[in-house]
């Protein structure tokens, strides 16, 4: 009973330390978008500098969980709860690198006045925000339903980010004096329609955990 006790302590754990893992990115998403929009050079070097903190807590998560399947042989249910934890903290992982891109967007950009504007990468960002802050509840509360729906609002991220990239490429045509500033732009919405479809993968995870299959949610 001992073991088991301990075993239950070190998935919540890992809980804690995933949600924890997941409101940095969280943060690390939304000011790089603000530093961005606000032209701030010390705001994107924030999120470039704690990206590292990103970094360790998800090697910090993996080799906990890398540790429980060698030392507790885990029942099946426990295991895919630990192979659930290993998948979302990849995908976190990748959102935050996502949002290193934005940043450093914002650094090779300090130099120029905006052509126009920032109207649809702010909304883009606010949509893929919320698909990760409903992802990680749907995982918190084991909601397969906000699990789906979070594929179905993948959509409307998709959409706008073809918008933005048809807009970006007509622009360049129009004015090649504005190519670096676009090709920059465009990477800050392809990292954005990244951050969507990670945000995605967590649902798809979150209805593994709960139901045992694996299935794609927006395709």
């Keep these: 009973m001992a073991g088991r006790h301990t075993f239950s302590e070190a998935l919540e754990k890992l809980h804690r330390d995933l949600l924890n893992m997941g409101a940095l990115v969280e943060e690390a998403i939304h000011l790089s978008v603000k530093s ?38 885990p029942m099946a249910s426990d295991l895919r709860r630990i192979g659930t934890v290993l998948k979302v903290v990849t995908d976190l992982e990748r959102m935050a690198d996502n949002a290193v891109t934005i ?69 360049m045509k129009k004015n090649p004096d504005t190519v670096h500033q676009a090709t920059q732009f465009l990477f800050v919405a392809h990292s954005l329609e990244r951050i969507a479809d990670h945000a995605t993968n967590l649902g798809e995870w979150v209805i593994y955990l709960v139901t045992g299959k694996i299935e794609e949610i927006n395709d």
């Design 36 to 73: 961005l929009a606000t032209r701030d050079l010390a705001l994107a070097e924030q999120v470039i500098r704690d990206d590292d903190e990103i970094d360790n807590l998800n090697l910090s998560i993996e080799r906990d969980c890398f540790r429980l399947i060698a030392l507790q042989q």
């Design 103 to 171: 940043a450093k967007a914002t650094i090779r950009l300090k130099e120029e006045t905006y052509v126009k504007q920032l109207i649809d990468i702010p909304k883009m960002a606010t949509l893929a925000e919320a698909m990760v802050r409903e992802a990680l509840n749907a995982y918190i509360n084991l909601d397969t339903e906000k699990a789906y729906q979070v594929g179905r609002n993948d959509d409307e991220v998709d959409a706008l980010y073809k918008h933005i990239h048809n807009e970006l490429l007509e622009l």
